[in-house]
């Protein structure tokens, strides 16, 4: 597999609990193989933006954007995030996409996963099989607007707007259909 997940997504050191940081590695890993990608960093966030970001930049940011406002909020308003739980629960939001996403002879492209499975069900499903607990599950699969079911702990909350500010912002620089402007002019 060339560079290893940690290598690639060094957040994962924020994972305080061994067990809980091996069974993240090794959902990223299966995630990988099963997709098909020699090269994880290969993996586009969204195809229709092209190449980059990579799955990875946005894993890489959205995790670091959630950790750095649990600092903050925790400072103004008291100690009420499980850190670890949220460093998981991003780092693992997307892996899906690994299955959703496949290469091909003219570039990545949604694969019969992505167009039959909804987004993040399969992220659950791996986390699930590695033998996280049934609320990290809960907060991957619930973590996009696809999914009608709020995430039932703050959390998950935090991980779903620092994952639209990091899509959005990508998807607006690109002049692709924000998340935003499908949620102001539902059609
Ligand atoms: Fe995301």
Known sequence: MGKGIVDLIPEIKNIKDEDLRQKVINVWEEAVTLGGWDVPDQIPFN?????????????RSVTRI?????????RDYGKCIDRDMLAAVAILHD????????????????????????HGIFGG???????????????????????????????????????????????????????????????
Do not use: C, Q
């Open 125 to 187: 499903y791996l986390a699930w099989k590695a033998g996280l607990p049934l609320d990290y599950i809960h907060l991957i699969i619930t973590h996009t607007p696809r999914i009608a079911m709020l995430p039932s702990r703050l959390e998950g909350i935090i991980l779903s707007y620092a994952d639209l500010l990091d899509a959005d912002s990508h998807f607006f620089r690109g002049k692709v259909r924000t998340i935003m402007e499908r949620h102001k002019f539902e059609e």
């Open 47 to 59: 195809p229709d933006l092209g190449p980059s970001p990579s799955l990875i930049n946005h894993t």
């Open 66 to 74: 959630a950790l750095s406002f649990a600092e903050e909020y925790e």
């Open 95 to 118: 892996v899906s996409k690994a299955l959703e996403i496949e290469p091909g002879p003219e570039g990545p492209a949604k694969s019969e996963l992505g167009k039959k499975v909804p």
